[in-house]
Structure formats: C-alpha cells, structure tokens
C-alpha cells in the first residue's frame, strides 16, 4: 500500500511542479526549502527519541521487575518475612527518577525542534510569506491574475501536502535502519563466556566435597541481612 501510494504522490508531485514553474518559480522555490528543512528537522527528532528510547528502556525493565515484586504472591511472604521493603522502594523511586530526568533533559529540545517544524517551515513559509508575496503580485504589481491566484494558491498546498508525505515517510525508514542496526548487532554479538565441550576430569580417586560455613545474604543498604549462618555441605 505504501509503495502504490508513493507512485501515485511522485506522479502527482511531478505534475505540480510542472504547473507551478511555469508559473511562479519563486513558490517553487520555498517549497523545496520547506520540503528540506522539514525532513532535516524530521529526521533530527526521530532520531532523538530513539536515542531517548534506548536510554530509557533499562531503566523501565528496572523499574517493572521492581513492581512485580511487590504485587506477586510468590514474594510478597519473602517481603514480610525480610527487611527488603525499603530496598525495593528506593531502587523504585531511583528508577522513576532517571527516567524523568531523561526525559525533562530532552523535552526543550524536541519542543524547539518540533515548533521550527511545524510553524517556521510550514506556517510562517506559506501562510505568512507566500501569500504576502503572492497577494502583492495579484493586486500591486498585477502580474498574476486572480484565476492563476487560487490555481497557485492549490497547487503549491497540494505539492506541500504531498512532499510532507514523503518527509514522514523517508524520516521514518531512518529511524527504523536504527532499530534494525540495533537489532544486527545483539544478533551479532559474540559471547565472552568459553565454554568448554569436554567434561573436567576430578583429579584423584575419592570424590570432593563442597562445604559452606556461615554464609550471610544481604542487600546494600541494609543493616541486617536476611539470611544468615548457612551451612551447607556438597
């Protein structure tokens, strides 16, 4: 669908700009640089959110897996039983913190970038510029005729239309080759851990013991662990 769609807009984009040269050149011209400041500014923000994204993704794993271990029977007896509560609710809290800081450090940007997108490349071309210059040249200067002023008027808001079109579209195939070249390299990645095909031969002919003494677990933070004085033999 998107590819029959995108023959049918070069088809139409082609015409128009047929129609509009022969016309007004100069209308031609802002919308190219419209056209390319747009999909420039397009690019620049889709590619920030990805990187926001990226950033931000280990942090909600963190902060989810915290959540379910509040509201899962399997360990709520462990949180009654042991002082963990505070443990997980700071690292909670911690993660909600960095995910909001993320975000409020990226926020002024993308509202820069998305206000230079929509209303100086758009708005302030066509609805401002445009249409000063174009009114001048109809009614001052006269040399454009009132017929060819509503054609030009259509045809170069139908040529913007469509360009914005392919702006969406080429914006999103680079942000798309992001994920996809992401998604290469995890595919790609190569373990560290060796390990070995063969089965470890036990030196000797009297089987080893494993013994543990005394062994205490704890979170960071804590001042009591939660368990303590394990003996285990092996």
Known sequence: ETFGDAIKNISTIIGLISAILMFDSFGLLLVIVSFTFTLISNIIINNRLYDREITIKPLQRKRDYTNRVFYLADYA?????NNVKNYFLNSFKASINEIK???RNDSKKLILLNFANKYIFNTLIFDTVYMIILTYKTLVIKTVTYGSFVGLVNGVVNLKGNLDWFTQILSKFVQHSLYIDNFRKFMD?????IESTLPTQLSGS????IKVRNMYFGYKGEEEPFLK???ITI
Request: aromatic residues 4%.
């Open 101 to 103: 800081t993320t975000i």
């Open 77 to 81: 007896k462990e949180i009654r039983l």
């Open 206 to 209: 009297h089987p080893k013991t």
């Open 189 to 193: 990645y190569k373990s560290k851990i």
């Open 229 to 231: 004085n394990i003996n």
